[in-house]
């Protein structure tokens, strides 16, 4: 997984890396920052975004919109209804976040599938709405416990809700485990199938992006994840097994050194040859649906 065998220069690469670490550097203060919630919250309902949510009432793929589920620096995540009184998640993303659009760039600039993704705030927003969408929809059909996505409009996704009745199924680093061992291994065969059938890397797993529901790991916030394509793929997924490692380690867990645990992951995605993304097909009724 040569970087320069990536489709692009050294140079392209370094700054993409010199992104990535301004990125990381944002992140850790923004998690000890709770005070730009207020922020956040008048960033998300702009005029654009609610009409969204009023085209997706009137075509009945929401009924209505109840209580704030999570709130970050790109997006908030909301509890719904939909036409049949199902709960879903609705994470909106926030049009108006100049330090999105930065954070966003180390994920897409590289991505095959976004190559031609105009730079300016609301388009870039926009396409990662459906980057998601579309991860969601690659990483369900491989198999991956992920929320199912439903549909996505704009800058508003919609998807399944991992919890009951409006509350969300708790976060790993919030969940004691009975037998941390096991979870961490079956947490590697998700990290495996993710790469060899999905053909994706999470490229931001961690312990604040795994639920735990009905006893089982459910990883969700896939909308940085990148294809096996991506200059960037090796550093992301060598930074998720340090992540998996690092917090397993913690519950007292004999983890499997990272470049095993690398070299365990690659070899089981050769072979595999390239997928076609499902979501650039056609609707149909049995497929989650896109718009925007």
């Keep these: 997984m040569a970087e320069t065998e990536r489709g692009l220069s050294r140079s392209k690469t370094k700054r993409l890396k010199h992104r990535l670490r301004v990125v990381e550097k944002r992140d850790r203060f923004l998690r000890r ?49 939909d036409e049949h009184g199902n709960y879903v998640a609705v994470k909106i993303y926030l049009t108006t976040s100049a330090e999105f659009r930065r954070g966003m760039l180390p994920y897409i600039e590289g991505d095959p599938r976004f190559e031609h993704v105009k730079h300016n705030t609301r388009s870039l927003i926009q396409s990662w709405a459906q980057k998601e969408f579309r991860n969601l929809q690659r990483a369900h059909e491989a198999g991956v416990r992920v929320p199912k996505p439903i549909f996505v409009k704009n800058n508003v996704l919609i998807m399944e809700f ?66 096996l394509e991506h200059p960037m793929a090796e550093t992301f997924l060598k930074r998720d097994l340090e992540n998996l490692n690092r917090y397993f380690k913690l519950l007292g867990v004999n983890v499997i050194p990272v470049d095993q645990f690398y070299q365990k992951v690659v070899k089981s995605g050769r072979g595999n040859g390239s997928r076609q993304d499902p979501a650039g097909q056609g609707r149909s009724p049995h497929r989650p649906r896109r718009e925007g």
Excluded: C
């Design 162 to 227: 991992i919890g009951r009745e409006g509350l969300p199924a708790p976060l790993l680093k919030d969940t004691p485990i009975k037998d941390p061992t096991k979870l961490y291994r079956l947490l590697f065969q998700t990290v495996r199938k993710l790469y060899a059938r999905a053909r994706l890397v999470h490229a931001d797993l961690s312990e604040y992006n795994i639920m735990i529901w009905k006893g089982r790991s459910v990883i969700f916030d896939v909308s940085q994840s990148v294809p």
């Design 33 to 81: 920052d709770r005070t730009l919630n207020a922020a956040v919250l008048e960033e998300v309902f702009d005029r654009p975004t609610l009409m969204t949510i009023y085209d997706l009432m009137n075509q009945g793929a929401l009924q209505r919109l109840e209580g704030t589920v999570s709130a970050g620096k790109e997006s908030r995540v909301y509890s719904g209804v």
